[in-house]
Every structure is written in C-alpha cells, then in structure tokens.
C-alpha cells in the first residue's frame, strides 16, 4: 500500500509534484545504461530490488540486461506513469517499510539522490536497516548520492534559472539549514497556464555518516567511484557510487 501522510515534503509527495515532468526534466540526469552495466560486473541474472523506482527509467535498462527487477515508489502518480506496459514489478511502498520478503534480493539500488528523499536520519537508517533484510548475505547495496558542499553562507539561501523557453520559464528556490542537513525547495514553473509550484526538501549526509549507518545496518564497505564508469574519488568530486556488502 502506498503511504498517504501528512508531510508536504514526504517522498510521496515528490513524485505528484513532479511525475508529469520527470521524464522530461530527468531523462539524462545520470547515464541509465552504465548503471545497468555497473550493476552487471556482479555478475547474470541477479535479483534487483530499485528504491525509488518512478517511471522506470533505470530499472527497465536494469531488466534488458538479463536481472529480474523489483521497483518500489511511494507515488501513485510515478507508477501511472511506469514506461512498461507490464507494472506488475512496479510496486507501490514506503522505502523505509519495503513489503518484500527477507533475504529475496542479490541487489538493493538507491540511485540519484533517492536515499536523501527521506529527510531525517531515522527514515535514512530504516531504509538501510530494511535493504539489509531484503538482501541475501554477501549481496549488494548500490547507493548513489551527491557529496556535500563545505559550508558556504552565499549557498544557504539561492535562487536560480532552472530554464527559459518562449511560453516557460522555470526558477529554483532553495535554502539549506546546515545544522538539519537539509534543503528545501521550490521549482518554480511561470507559463501561460499560470503558475506551478514543485515543493522538494532532501536530508544529505557526509560519505562517513553514510558509511555509519551503513555499518548499523550490517554492512560493510565494498568499493566507491564518483561514477557508474568507475571514476576515481578525488576532492573535487560531487558525487559518489557506494556499494556496500551485507555481513
């Protein structure tokens, strides 16, 4: 059953703001098809459970390459809008409370940002606790994640230019309260239709602090890149790729 609360940043509530852009504001915001490849290297016909899976964008590549695939989204509105005529793998569920049974899965990938979409450490640390019993022993947990900006006052209050074309112009509103770890914001949409507002907020954590509820969660670092190409962590680097093994 898909979560209904009350929260007006909640993940749900992510996926109705912005199901109907999505594949068009996010199709290439990281390459599907090296992350399909990067989930390979583990070897065939793994069992892949996607956390936040939307419209099916990276799991479908996922299942052309040979894995049988799980999604699972909070919002009715993303699954609508699943790309496979087959929703059936599709499945409507709180991240932090996953309806699959223990030790079902080889894989548990949390891509682009999604583990962040829970903005409180104790929802992060339940859906880490919940991919540790999803997964087999020895399996995979994928989590794809920015890596925080150092503290910068001119960084805790923007507004930026998202895009302009002839009949749309769409702003992005964000402020960061470093002591919570999060940003909220706003994306937006001026056009003739009026104006649409797409409220957002995200809860991001240091590599350390990943890697601790990691380790609460029962497991134990495996490897890290900046990319799904297997680029090297270097100081400039705004992005990570953790797998971590379950022990």
């Known amino acids: 059953m898909v979560p209904q609360g009350n929260d007006p940043f909640g993940p749900e509530r992510y996926g109705e703001s912005f199901a109907d852009v999505y594949d ?4 290439d915001v990281s390459d599907a098809e090296a992350t399909a490849a990067f989930i390979s290297r583990f070897g065939p016909s793994q069992r892949v459970l996607e956390l936040g899976v939307g419209t099916g964008r990276l799991s479908l590549k996922i299942a052309a390459s040979g894995h049988f695939v799980v999604g699972v989204d909070a919002s009715v509105s993303m699954l609508e809008r699943f790309r496979s005529a087959d929703r059936s793998w599709a499945v409507g569920a709180d991240m932090a409370v996953l309806p699959v ?10 891509a682009t940002n999604t583990l962040f979409n829970l903005h409180s450490e104790h929802g992060q640390q339940a859906c880490l606790d919940e991919s540790r019993r999803a997964l ?4 995979r947990l994928i989590v794809e994640a920015m ?3 150092d503290p910068d006052p001119a960084l805790d209050a923007m507004v930026t230019t998202r895009s302009i074309d002839v009949d749309t112009a769409v702003l992005t509103a964000t402020i960061r309260d470093v002591d919570e770890q999060q940003i909220t914001g706003q994306h937006i949409e ?14 991001y954590a240091t590599l350390a602090q990943l890697d601790a509820m990691a380790a609460k969660a029962g497991f134990r670092l495996g490897q890290r890149t900046a990319d799904w190409d297997g680029a090297a962590i270097t100081d400039n680097s705004g992005n990570a790729v953790s797998v971590y093994v379950a022990v």
Do not use: Q
């Not at 068009?24 to 199709?27: A, K």
């Not at 087999?136 to 399996?139: F, I, N, P, Q």
């Open 24 to 27: 068009e504001w996010y199709d």
């Open 101 to 110: 049974r223990s030790e079902s899965f080889d894989t548990v990938l949390v």
């Open 136 to 139: 087999r022993l020895g399996g």
């Open 147 to 149: 890596i925080p900006a």
């Open 190 to 203: 001026f056009s003739n239709a009026g104006v649409r507002m797409r409220p957002w907020k995200i809860r």
